[in-house]
């Protein structure tokens, strides 16, 4: 194991052997294993937005075999689902990637200002799937947000207990919180802290706009003259935010969007000290051929083989 790797490790005092282990498995594996980058494969669209959605730009990926095999020759370091997906696939593809479960979910034939999604699957499931550690979505600004934080304090304790990494989508959303304030630079730094603070071992939020939601917190922005003019520097405000690092964090790829777009968005998460990227349609919805390319120069760029 390199330096990199150990240094990463050591910003986890007090995790367990096991947990630890599990990390290291995510951090060595794949493309970008030992270089302590990320890029990670979640393919729980089909629960979220419905299959056609997710699924007809690229009819494969109605087969849940599809996105193992393609997270496997995509060089990712894991591939994330919910328990359906894995349990298709799992045995057949036992070791070739590490896997984190997805333990709640939400459908978008209901629709709320204040979201909360049901939990879906157990940590004993991650366990018989072999899975590397166990993902949770919450809302930050949901009314529903003490809820999740509460069920995510449970299954946390749990998954630790059997030495699983725990990672944490945390989404600010709710009646009081703007479209726009959802990506808002002071509302994703806030919602990685809440993430960190209540114990993830990797923080999964979306890019940050310039956008200030909150006016006490704008005071602040101004005052003390907070770099955010630019992306890069968003993401290091975010990194700051989640330990000043010492957590892995790692940001959305979002809807499918155009490739320069996501190549720039990436040298900003490389130049601000993020720590890689999930990215789930603007992968699996292209042509595999057209998809390993797109991956590949994502992963170039964060080993620093292209600018």
Known sequence: MNARIREI??????????????????????????????????????????PARSFAPNPPGYNPHYHFE????????????????????????????????????????YSTKDPCSSVTASVDDALRLGCAAVGYTIYPGSAHSKDMYEDLREIAEEAKSYGLAVVVWSYPRGAGISKEGETAIDV?????????????????????????EQSEAKKVYTSKKVPIATAAQRVLHVVQSTFDGRRIVIFSGGAKGEDKKIY??????????????????????????????FLDTIMKIYAGKLK
Not at 16 to 40: C, D, E, F, Q, W
Not at 78 to 92: I, K, M, S, T, V
Not at 269 to 292: D, E, H, M, V
């Open 264 to 293: 720039d968005e990436v040298r900003a998460i490389r130049a601000g000290g993020g720590y890689g990227s999930i990215i789930g349609r603007n992968a699996f919805q292209r042509p595999k051929r057209t998809a390993l390319k």
């Open 70 to 109: 393609f997270g496997i020759a995509a060089g990712c370091n894991a591939y994330a689902a919910p328990l359906g997906f894995l349990e298709a696939g799992a045995a057949d593809f036992a070791g070739e990637i590490p896997l984190i479960l997805k333990l709640n979910n939400s459908e978008s034939l």
């Open 9 to 50: 490790l050591g910003y986890y005092q007090g995790a367990s052997p096991g947990v630890l282990t599990n990390l290291a498995r995510l951090l060595n594996h794949g493309t970008l294993g030992g270089t302590g980058k990320l890029v990670i494969l979640p393919v729980d669209q089909g629960f979220e937005h419905g």
């Open 188 to 212: 994703v730094a806030y919602a990685a802290q809440i993430a960190a603070q209540l114990g993830a071992h990797i923080v999964k939020v979306k890019m940050p706009s310039s956008h200030i």
